[in-house]
């Protein structure tokens, strides 16, 4: 839709990236941000989030908003009403992908971690909340360190070969590498697995593997079915190649200054960035 569709009293749907969108760059969400996110929460706007993290990485987020319904995790492998405790969908990739992914990780010297539905691991978090979710990886690296500081989850260590012969599903597996390694590793997946798996870089420096059929478009199509909102009375909010598919979705698409050029240039709208509160700014113009 053109921008001069764009009616604001029309919106019923804010969907958001949370990593260089809504967050600030040291990962905090904003006091202008949260105000203008609980303004239009005041006006019947639903706030859906939508993230490559983890349920439980991504909580503290929606604690804050205290946003209740369905949100979007893992990229869209899994749709989940926190507030409720109901599994809206979930997509698991099969673990042989992933397994060659660990021999390739290995192979090249890229740490890789995968992520685990709680009942295909067998394994619990120290705290005891786990969301239904464990992290797993070969060894503890500084990769590691900086994503467990980040995420505020906590990564076991153990044999990934072996883990993965005794599990029938996989939320998703991630390389953090750099963006030169990212095409050689995607190149690699593709020539192996062809269009048979999703393969979306999420951040600089995380490469995902997730199931062929998962997207944050995908998420977002059974997250607007569930809210009985329709995708004309959406705006998504994003900054990177993962937020493409629900920019397709949603009726309207705004990305932050810092977003790259491709992004840019998908979206309806361009927002000041992720620093600057570019969210906050964006509804306090067109929401009041």
Do not use: W
């Amino acid at each position: 839709m053109p921008q001069k569709d764009f009616n604001p009293d029309k919106i019923k749907a804010l969907v958001l990236d949370l990593d260089g969108t809504l967050l600030r760059p040291d990962k905090t969400l904003s006091g202008r941000n949260l105000c203008a996110l609980q303004s239009c929460m005041k006006k019947d706007i639903q706030i859906i989030l939508a993230t490559g993290r983890s349920v439980g990485s991504a909580e503290k987020y929606r604690k804050q908003i205290n946003t209740q319904g369905p949100h979007i995790y893992y990229n869209g492998a899994e749709v989940i009403d926190i507030s409720t405790g109901k599994m809206i969908h979930a997509r698991y990739i099969d673990p042989r992908p992933i397994l060659f992914c660990v021999r390739l990780a290995r192979q090249m010297g890229h740490f890789f971690q995968v992520y685990f539905p709680e009942d295909a691991a067998g394994h619990s978090h120290k705290n005891g909340q786990t969301f239904g979710e464990i992290l797993m990886a070969e060894r503890k690296t500084v990769e590691a360190e900086r994503y467990e500081k980040s995420s505020g989850i906590e990564i076991i260590t153990g044999d990934l070969e072996e883990h993965l012969n005794q599990v029938n599903a996989v939320i998703k597996g991630m390389f953090i590498t750099t963006q030169e390694n990212h095409e050689k590793i995607r190149s690699l997946l593709t020539e192996q697995f062809g269009e048979s798996i999703y393969i979306v870089q999420s951040t600089p420096i995380f490469l995902e593997v997730l199931a062929k059929g998962v997207s944050k478009g995908s998420g977002l199509k059974h997250a607007l079915d569930y809210l009985r909102i329709n995708k004309e009375n959406t705006i998504a909010f994003g900054d990177e190649e993962n937020d493409l598919p629900m920019f397709e979705v949603a009726g309207f698409s705004a990305a932050p200054a810092n977003a790259k050029e491709t992004i840019r240039k998908a979206a309806l709208f361009q927002i000041p960035a992720e620093a600057e509160d570019g969210v906050a700014v964006f509804l306090e113009k067109h929401f009041g």
